[in-house]
């Protein structure tokens, strides 16, 4: 059984950082997609990075380029998002997601990911 568990969400002030992981389990991390969208109210989910191992690329959102990086530790598999010069458009329900693919453009559409965390919220406020 697939199981992704996010954690590391909270609250962060607005120029603030945070980083959140994502445990995963139940599948074979280096042959997936697995990344990162957000939503948030009233706005549709958005991709926001992602990683392939197999496809050796990144995928980030024009809104998070140069802010937000993805990384992973492929003995813990798991997927770290650091979030850096955080504004309050990125107030978001986070959520990992992973794919049964392993071309990083899947992570444009979330119809494209077959698996997802139940999310962690990050409140952006001063």
């Known amino acids: 059984e697939v199981q992704l568990v996010e954690s590391g969400g909270g609250l962060v002030q607005p120029g603030g950082s945070l980083r959140l992981s994502c445990a995963a389990s139940g599948f074979t991390f280096d042959r997936h997609v697995i990344g990162w969208f957000r939503q948030a109210p009233g706005k549709a989910l958005e991709g926001v990075a992602c990683l392939s191992k197999s496809d050796t690329k990144l995928y980030y959102a024009d809104s998070v380029k140069g802010r937000f990086t993805i990384s992973s530790d492929n003995v813990k598999k798991t997927v770290f998002l650091q979030m850096d010069s955080v504004t309050p458009e990125d107030q978001a329900v986070y959520y990992c997601?992973?794919?049964?693919?392993?071309?990083?453009?899947?992570?444009?559409?979330?119809?494209?990911?077959?698996?997802w965390g139940k999310g962690t919220l990050v409140t952006v406020s001063s």
């Open positions: 997601s992973a794919a049964e693919e392993e071309v990083v453009s899947v992570c444009q559409l979330h119809t494209g990911m077959d698996y």
